[in-house]
């Protein structure tokens, strides 16, 4: 058996750094560059690089299908002003962290006519499908719990909504758009059933760096597991290392590999659980 002192030679140089700090920090108003608990819960494993006996195996991929609630609404009665994202729009690959900064910068014509006029009549766009298809639209209002945010996914029609939710910003006006809508709640126990037992570290991809790292730690004999976490949208789709914190030489693996500027998903996912907060429907 190897030493974890090994894993001094595995970099970290390939990593775009500001994407995935874009991506962690919650703030973006696109709703594919928000981490999302619900794709961390539905992550897959890959058997042949799994390290762990079948007893803790089963038992992580319990905790993990336990860690979010999910419940269904309809005819959610929402202020648009409350929205604070879009799903998708033709401006998704350049990040804003508002709305309103979206807007000023993506289509400011929206918003030259600064009335509750100029706001119905943005609301007036066809692919806004919430409006003008209510009974056959799989449009949506998701809420976050973790980021205490709703948003709006939708087709299309973000850049009229947005001017929409920003002229009721600005004029404090509140419009009403009912839809159907989904939240999202971390369950508090299913985490302490990951973060107890695990250090858990994400490892940003491209996955030949994700082999060498994988090699490195069969090579030191150390005890893991891996899973692959998509995030749909953003060519981003990192993989989480489980360490036993139960393991010396596991707990030492996983100092080493935080040092070297893997981030700790054991303090994300205490800080989302501290910051959640439920959406009570009228």
Partial sequence: MGEPTQLNRFELSFVHAASYEQLLNGKQVWFNWCWNWENFSEMSFSHHLNQLQDDAMWQLRHSLSSLISQNQFSNFPCDIREISGFSSSKSEGIPFESIE???????????????????????????????????????????????????????????????????????????????????????????????????????????????TLHSILRDIGIRYAIGHVSVYGTGLNPEILFFPKTSRLASRAADILRSKGLVCVNELLSKAVRQSQNLQPH
């Fill in 101 to 211: 900064r979206f807007i000023e910068v993506q289509a400011p014509a929206y918003i030259k006519n600064m009335s509750v006029a100029g706001m119905e009549d943005n609301l007036t766009h066809k692919e806004i499908r919430i409006i003008s298809e209510p009974s056959t639209t799989t449009d949506r209002y998701v809420y976050l719990g973790w980021l205490g945010r709703i948003f709006l996914t939708q087709v299309g029609g973000s850049h009229h909504m947005g001017a929409a939710v920003y002229i009721a910003k600005k004029l404090g006006v509140s419009r009403i758009v009912p839809a159907n809508l989904t939240t999202y709640q971390i369950n508090p126990a299913a985490s302490q059933e990951l973060i107890s037992p695990y250090h858990m570290l994400i490892v940003p991809r491209p996955r030949m760096t994700a082999f």
